[in-house]
């Protein structure tokens, strides 16, 4: 599966997965809502016969869906629980890092990208058949946006683009994998595309 620089930087907004209402629908939880509020009025207003205060049912009646609803709001609105103590902390803005959360498509794709060059590093199989894809890819996209053609598309003049050393490199895959001074020299030469 490949993915363009175009995909990554792009975003669209996911449409909420569709939940199906339990029997019932909306009517059980106004009614729950409604059973609470009475509930409340009449405890308040059974408090306050005893303490021998008369106060307007409307008001009491008033005040408890106010606090109600304010309640209902605040529980929507309340920030996620604190992790565990056990666990790792948070990435954040107070460590001078940045913490953008699942909906981050780029770091989400970077991820992936460290995950296997560091599996292969560790494993010892940075071999060029998993290295060389992935910078083919990423030769083919610089020159699709740069210059509007790729090395499929145009292989003669994505040859003088890209220079003899990289083209090399991506045509013809070596038995060994590349050292990390062969890697940097090939980067550099994808930046100056």
Known sequence: ?????????????????????????????????????????????????????????????????????????????????????????????????YHWGTRDALRTAINGWERRWTGQAATGSGSPSGILPRIGELADERLRQRHGLTRESDPGRARTLLGEPLWRFLSTPSRRPPSPRDLAAIVAELEKL
């Open 1 to 97: 599966m490949s993915t363009s620089i175009d995909d990554l930087l792009s975003f669209e907004e996911e449409a909420p997965p569709h939940t199906v209402q339990p029997r019932g629908g909306r009517v059980r939880p106004v009614l729950r809502f409604l059973a609470v509020a009475v509930a409340v009025v009449a405890v308040v207003l059974a408090g306050l016969r005893a303490v021998g205060l008369q106060v307007s049912i409307a008001v009491i009646v008033a005040g408890v869906l106010a606090l109600l609803a304010v309640r209902r709001v605040t529980t929507a609105l309340a920030p996620p629980p604190p992790p565990r103590a056990g666990g790792r902390a948070p990435v954040g803005e107070e460590d001078g890092s």
